[in-house]
T-cell receptor, first 111, second 112 residues
Framework: KQEVTQIPAALSVPEGENLVLNCSFT??????LQWFRQDPGKGLTSLLL???SQREQTSGRLNASLDKSSGRSTLYIAASQPGDSATYLC??????????WGAGTKLIIKP | DTAVSQTPKYLVTQMGNDKSIKCEQN?????MYWYKQDSKKFLKIMFS???????INETVPNRFSPKSPDKAHLNLHINSLELGDSAVYFC???????????FGSGTQLSVL
């Protein structure tokens, strides 16, 4: 059974730092992996989608990597800003087309 | 223009009542979902429809009944509401079952 884990559950860093959020999954048979952010009281916004055949995707200051063989993905945020404060979730589409979610990492960027 | 819109945004009701939440997407997607996010912020899939057909039906009380009148709409009707139904309910859509997921802004349901 596919399981997705995100560590740490919470992270607080000073503004301007580069940071990495981690996501791991137990079964490498996935179609894709997606990173989302959720602001308090709001819905989820898709940030990046990495197909199983891809190694990374970039959007602005965000870079997501995927290593299927080790069951890991990272979300790299460059030059963090207070507006990046949110909960970041990763999810994989497994071999049964089910979207399996991590519990999220709550990120706080201190001004 | 909102891509995935759900109404109402807030719903406060008494135990035992029946209520509906509506969802519409204007992205031309063929797959729509209902998720429940509890107080611990865990997201749990409830239902998924592809081309108006039910494809995912997780272990959810049969008091919850989804209805998809067309590909752009997926409504959720809840009978005999219970205290434990209080949560935020999110609608989402994607193109195919492996497409990028787009979420609505959520409906916060409070059962008193």
């Amino acid at each position: 059974k596919q399981e997705v884990t995100q560590i740490p559950a919470a992270l607080s860093v000073p503004e301007g730092e580069n940071l990495v959020l981690n996501c791991s999954f137990t079964d490498s048979a996935i179609y894709n992996l997606q990173w989302f952010r959720q602001d308090p009281g709001k819905g989820l916004t898709s940030l990046l989608l990495i197909q199983s055949s891809q190694r990374e995707q970039t959007s602005g200051r965000l870079n997501a990597s995927l290593d299927k063989s080790s069951g890991r993905s990272t979300l790299y945020i460059a030059a963090s800003q207070p507006g990046d404060s949110a909960t970041y979730l990763c999810a994989v589409v497994d071999s049964n087309y089910q979207l399996i979610w991590g519990a999220g990492t709550k990120l706080i960027i201190k001004p | 223009d909102t891509a995935v819109s759900q109404t109402p945004k807030y719903l406060v009701t008494q135990m035992g009542n029946d209520k509906s939440i509506k969802c519409e997407q204007n992205l031309g997607h063929d797959t729509m979902y209902w998720y429940k996010q509890d107080s611990k912020k865990f997201l749990k899939i409830m239902f998924s429809y592809n081309n108006k057909e039910l494809i995912i039906n997780e272990t959810v009380p049969n008091r919850f009944s989804p209805k998809s009148p067309d590909k752009a709409h997926l409504n959720l009707h809840i009978n005999s509401l219970e205290l434990g139904d209080s949560a935020v309910y999110f609608c989402a859509s994607s193109q195919g079952q492996v497409g990028k997921l787009f979420f609505g802004s959520g409906t916060q349901l409070s059962v008193l």
